[in-house]
């Protein structure tokens, strides 16, 4: 591990943070899973001399080394365990960091360029969906406020890629008005892959068509009016309403059948992956109790060995200069670990307050929870909290979950309370059951019967809704209803 930390200062006084390999570091230890932290662990414990397991006669702490024996230079920063945590939030803001300082007089705009591309490329690798949405956003031009409501954006993309929250709800979330929350979402779409974003199947496939390089006009025309003659495959008859030639049409139709219709998908892993949990949750005694579960990984200190040498100075220079990098690379690991653990349970601990109604009943449901609460509540930036849940599992008595699966932007009632979108479809399952079969509700009059309830639906979240649960449109539901009215008359 590179562990460098440079400030230096322009002729104003300007400052900028050269952000380390070590602090990246930090960062991935962070958001890896515990099997791929263990590895990382047991490839460091092989290739660091001045790291090694706990013994229990023969502790060893950071602190018991004399300062002396630590030198930094003296552009050098060394953190100490609780900068460590103020440090997470850096990553998410650098971008922006890095545009709007001062350059150094004596640093040329090449220089500065490559600085940026160095740290940029030394992020975590994308692991999936919503890493590769997060780097997108951070190297967008978005504003500090428009790049929060994109991150809120891109927690409520479902696993299909479409977003699973309104624009209503969202603007609420990041106090935006829901113009300028439409405006995000539009450079969202834009800038994610092609398709992630849409609130509906005819969006979804309209942005593929927009991302492609040839002309689509018409395909894009076909999809937003005639889909469902799409799979009727009545080509000649669309070509002969709209006035152009069935060749055209065919082709756009056959266009549009090579479009994914849930691109979110082909972000899932297909290997078989093996995940241990990190947390459990369990209800003692009417509590609920929330505990590490870090067996798998060593109790890690640092040499006595190398403490006496650097102690008693054996050794050449450069002997001593390896050995004091190597002191500084074992103790970074050993606080990334320690905040890693520490940021985990501080989330778990709001997860468990929050979501107690599900842990504690087999029947409970989630509430709305949102990672930028959770970040307000523990102090840190809502990038460490996303990236402290990535790859992360609590095992609760309820069965396994995912931590980021606790997290869900919720519907505001007009009593200041929230419910999920879980329970939004619940209810819309209720209103279609008890429908006059002969009389099926709209989706408007749906939306309708959630504004009287004091709930905030649109129409068209309510038949994104309708279709995710696999009920049929109105006008379909009635064709039903008559068609078994008219056999019962028959019989």
């Known amino acids: 591990m590179n562990t460098n930390i440079k400030m230096y200062h322009s002729s104003n006084q300007s400052q900028q943070l050269n952000l380390a390999p070590q602090l990246l570091n ?213 070509a002969e309403h709209l006035g152009v030639d069935s060749e055209d049409v065919e082709a756009a139709f056959q266009l549009i059948r090579t479009l994914d219709p849930e691109p979110g998908r082909s972000y899932e892993s297909v290997q078989v992956e093996y995940v241990e949990a990190d947390l459990e949750i369990r209800n003692k005694n009417g509590e609920l109790h929330v505990e590490l579960l870090d067996e798998r990984l060593p109790k890690l200190q640092l040499s006595s060995y190398c403490k006496r040498l650097l102690d008693a100075r054996q050794g050449s220079k450069a002997d001593l200069d390896y050995i004091r990098g190597k002191v500084r690379e074992a103790s970074f690991l050993i606080q990334g670990i320690s905040q890693r653990q520490d940021t985990m349970l501080k989330v778990a601990h709001q997860i468990m307050r929050v979501q107690g109604e599900f842990l504690s009943s087999e029947t409970g449901a989630l509430q709305p929870l949102t990672m930028n609460k959770v970040a307000a509540m523990i102090g840190v930036h809502e990038t460490t909290v996303s990236r402290a849940i990535a790859n992360k599992y609590i095992r609760t008595e309820r069965g396994l979950f995912e931590m980021r699966s606790f997290f869900k932007v919720g519907y505001r009632c007009s009593d200041g309370s929230s419910v999920t979108p879980e329970r939004v479809k619940t209810q819309l399952e209720a209103f279609i059951l008890s429908e006059d079969a002969l009389k099926p509700l709209t989706d408007a009059h749906i939306s309708e019967r959630f504004k009287k309830q004091g709930l905030k639906v649109a129409r068209r979240t309510v038949a994104k809704y309708r279709e995710e649960l696999g009920i049929s449109s109105s006008k379909e539901r009635l064709i039903r209803a008559r068609r078994r009215a008219e056999l019962a008359i028959a019989v």
């Open 26 to 238: 930090w960062l991935k230890i962070l958001q890896v899973s515990s099997v791929e932290l263990s590895e990382l662990v047991d490839h460091e414990l092989v290739s660091n001399p001045a790291l090694e397991t706990v013994q229990p006669e023969d502790s060893v702490a950071a602190e018991d080394f004399a300062s002396e024996a630590l030198p930094s230079p003296a552009d050098e920063i060394y953190l100490s365990g609780s900068e460590v945590g103020e440090r997470l939030g850096v990553l998410a803001d650098i971008d922006d960091e890095w545009r709007q300082a001062d350059e150094p007089q004596l640093s040329s705009s090449h220089v500065l360029q490559e600085k940026h591309d160095f740290m940029m490329d030394h992020i975590a690798t994308a692991s999936g969906l919503q890493d590769e949405l997060e780097q997108a956003i951070l190297f967008s031009d978005l504003s500090e406020l428009h790049a929060k409501a994109a991150r809120v954006i891109a927690g409520s993309i479902d696993g299909r890629g479409y977003l699973d929250a309104s624009l209503e709800d969202i603007a609420e979330e990041t106090g935006l008005n829901v113009l300028e929350t439409r405006m995000v979402l539009e450079k969202f779409q834009a800038m994610a892959p092609a398709g992630i974003g849409a609130r509906d199947l005819r969006e979804c496939l309209v942005l593929q068509l927009m991302a492609q390089d040839s002309d689509t006009e018409l395909a894009q025309m076909l999809v937003g009016n005639w889909l469902d003659h799409l799979a009727a495959g009545r080509a000649v008859m669309v």
